[in-house]
């Protein structure tokens, strides 16, 4: 990116930090082979990922589902005096709101989106009273539709509260688009995994995940190791996904693993994984960075669902990866080795000591900058 396409992008531009790009491959999701970018300076994920993709090519790779591409944004009143009569009031009106919320859009609404519904919620006040938002439900085709449902909700709000007989306030998206949901579901066979007993530990392991929030903080961090991944690389905003996949994950009251991992009738593992899934293929960064424009084509999607999916899939094959490390050898085995070459170049090995001080580092168990030190200077005084 040149320093001109950053200023356009960001204020105060001194720099850019480069992220490494990698490639996952073995990806059949939906019967179509897909390759996917990956954006992340974490050892093992793209790896990891495509080990899981791999394994579950033979029982058909991973199929997904969308819903539709329907965002809300939330319009907060104040100073109602009658909080249910006014819902109603809003309720009777939802054509008109409908309508000026489209005034706002007509090129959305012209392919085919726009504003769908209202919602009128009333919720209690921690000090007492009431909270009336309204939601606007708008179906944002293939953006990932911040800005539209923003400036609708910006039109409307005047006029719900003047229906309302209070004063707005807040007047923007929720990230948590329970209405904009991506599934993804994988089986492997038992024997690619390691046997009957490493599916038992996995099934346990991700168990504990759905009843304990000390362990599902990890096990989704595990899953979004692959889902930001892939959305950072593509241009989309990571913080918009994050948020809505930790929000959606807490929606029962209490913090849960995002994935579930059960067993078929033939033994095999079967995983699946629901979330919302914000991304869009217009507008934003996904447009105006040449490599998120790049990394867009490399997956040869044609819609921002089609997107959502792949990184839906992505998450759950980083997810399953992470949980059968666990219960089969424990997360350092494997994370070691890519981390050791980490180490070993942080403590100044050049490019042709990489590999002999990782192995050395491997071997003797103790992957840490000083005992790298140590032995870059041995091998230098072996020449």
Do not use: W
């Amino acid at each position: 990116m040149s320093e001109e396409q950053a200023d356009r992008m960001i204020e105060n531009v001194i720099g850019q930090i480069g992220i490494p790009v990698g490639v996952a491959t073995n990806f059949v999701v939906n019967g179509r082979e897909v390759l996917v970018p990956m954006a992340t300076e974490e050892p093992s994920v793209v790896a990891a990922a495509s080990n899981i993709a791999r394994m579950a090519r033979e029982l058909g790779g991973i199929t997904t589902t969308t819903s539709e591409p329907l965002m809300q944004a939330q319009i907060q009143l104040l100073d109602i005096a009658d909080p249910h009569g006014a819902r109603a009031r809003l309720i009777e009106s939802a054509d008109e709101i409908l309508a000026l919320a489209n005034a706002q859009d007509p090129k959305l609404v012209e392919i085919g989106g726009g504003a769908r519904d209202i919602r009128v919620r009333i919720l209690p006040r921690s000090e007492g009273g009431s909270h009336v938002v309204v939601h606007l439900i708008v179906d944002v085709a293939d953006a990932m539709g911040a800005n539209a449902v923003n400036t609708m909700a910006e039109a409307v709000a005047p006029r719900l509260a003047e229906l309302a007989g209070g004063r707005p306030l807040l007047r923007i998206l929720t990230n948590l688009a329970d209405l904009r949901l991506v599934r993804a579901r994988l089986a492997i066979p038992p024997g690619a995994l390691g046997g009957g007993q490493v599916v038992d530990d996995m099934l346990a392991g991700a168990m504990l995940a759905v009843d304990d929030p000390y362990r599902a903080a990890t096990h989704n961090k595990g899953i979004m190791n692959g889902i930001s991944a892939v959305v950072l690389a593509t241009g989309n905003d990571t913080r918009a996904v994050e948020a809505g996949a930790h929000s959606y994950a807490a929606r029962d009251g209490q913090y849960r693993a995002l994935s579930r991992f059960e067993r078929d009738e033939s033994g095999s593992l079967v995983a699946t994984l629901e979330l919302p899934m914000a991304v869009g293929l217009v507008g934003g960064a996904t447009k105006t960075h040449p490599a998120a424009r790049a990394a867009v084509e490399i997956t040869e999607v044609k819609s921002a669902a089609e997107l959502g999916e792949i990184v839906c899939a992505v998450g759950l094959a980083q997810n399953v990866a992470a949980v059968r490390a666990l219960a089969a050898e424990g997360i350092q085995r494997g994370h070691m080795g890519l981390h050791a070459r980490n180490v070993a170049i942080g403590a100044g090995a050049t490019a042709s000591e990489v590999d002999a001080v990782a192995s050395a580092l491997v071997a003797d168990g103790r992957v840490r900058a000083d005992i790298a030190e140590g032995i870059i200077g041995e091998l230098r005084a072996e020449r």
